[in-house]
């Protein structure tokens, strides 16, 4: 419901916190967000709390990002979104789940994807609903970045994907740690629209000049 932001000390001591409810757009069982207003509440937050910090110096400090693992955004070749992304709340693809279901099997999709169920959380059934209602946003998409992705983009200008989180978006083989290709094609998109993998705790490096 909220975004929150935290500074710790060295030895994760609690120095300031920050947090501001998110703008949700909501119409019947579709649940999106505007991608913008995000990053820009998050960019907010990280001001605000070293303010709220006071007098305390240091010399560097780390962004760690934690979130949402199935909410996602559509990028454009621009790196521009392509509208508003979808909440892990949005309930359109209750038909898609059903399809899944149909032509892979709850077994399959349990040992392949670690999930022992297939329900409209899951990124692949809502990006398996673009592919049918709007194919076009699809064909338009350069990446499809779950909204952590998104927001690291933001800060870094570094397209990637960290892996623990790919569990939850029924596209990930989690044993092999890797893309479930199968599962892409079904959804209509490729794994050249997909962000690099890279492991828990990478360091992205430094933050964008403009964002500094």
Same mark, same amino acid.
């Given at each position: 419901?909220?975004?929150?932001?935290?500074?710790?000390? +060295?030895?994760?001591?609690?120095?300031? *916190?920050? *947090?501001?409810?998110?703008?949700?757009?909501? +119409?019947?069982?579709?649940?999106?967000?505007?991608?913008?207003?995000?990053?820009?509440?998050?960019?907010?937050?990280? =001001? $605000?709390?070293?303010?709220?910090?006071?007098?305390?110096?240091? $010399?560097?400090?780390?962004?760690?990002?934690?979130?949402?693992?199935?909410?996602?955004? #559509?990028?454009?070749?621009?790196?521009?979104?392509?509208?508003?992304?979808?909440?892990?709340? %949005?309930?359109? @693809?209750?038909?898609?789940?059903?399809?899944?279901?149909?032509?892979?099997?709850?077994?399959? /999709?349990?040992?392949?994807?670690?999930?022992?169920?297939?329900?409209?959380?899951?990124?692949?059934?809502? #990006?398996?609903?673009?592919?049918?209602?709007?194919?076009?946003?699809? +064909?338009?998409?350069?990446?499809?970045?779950?909204?952590?992705?998104?927001? *690291?983009? =933001?800060?870094?200008?570094?397209?990637?994907?960290?892996? @623990?989180?790919?569990?939850?978006?029924?596209?990930?083989?989690?044993?092999? /740690? $890797?893309?479930? %290709?199968?599962?892409?094609?079904?959804?209509?998109?490729?794994?050249?629209?997909?962000?690099?993998?890279?492991?828990?705790?990478? $360091?992205?490096?430094?933050?964008?000049?403009?964002? @500094?």
């Amino acid at each position: 419901t909220n975004i929150k932001v935290g500074l710790y000390d +060295e030895q994760l001591r609690i120095l300031a *916190q920050t *947090q501001a409810r998110v703008n949700y757009l909501r +119409e019947q069982s579709h649940v999106e967000f505007n991608p913008n207003h995000y990053f820009r509440t998050v960019l907010s937050l990280l =001001c $605000d709390c070293a303010a709220a910090a006071g007098g305390v110096r240091y $010399d560097c400090a780390t962004i760690v990002l934690t979130g949402q693992a199935e909410s996602f955004v #559509l990028l454009d070749r621009r790196g521009v979104p392509l509208g508003n992304g979808i909440s892990w709340m %949005d309930m359109r @693809s209750e038909e898609e789940c059903r399809e899944i279901i149909d032509r892979f099997g709850e077994e399959k /999709g349990f040992s392949v994807t670690g999930q022992p169920w297939v329900n409209t959380t899951w990124t692949a059934t809502k #990006l398996r609903w673009l592919y049918r209602n709007q194919p076009e946003q699809l +064909e338009k998409a350069e990446k499809i970045l779950l909204l952590k992705d998104y927001i *690291q983009y =933001c800060l870094t200008g570094i397209c990637a994907g960290e892996r @623990s989180i790919r569990g939850f978006t029924y596209y990930m083989d989690v044993l092999n /740690g $890797d893309y479930w %290709d199968e599962m892409l094609r079904f959804c209509g998109v490729t794994r050249a629209q997909m962000p690099e993998l890279i492991p828990p705790c990478s $360091d992205l490096g430094v933050l964008l000049p403009q964002v @500094s």
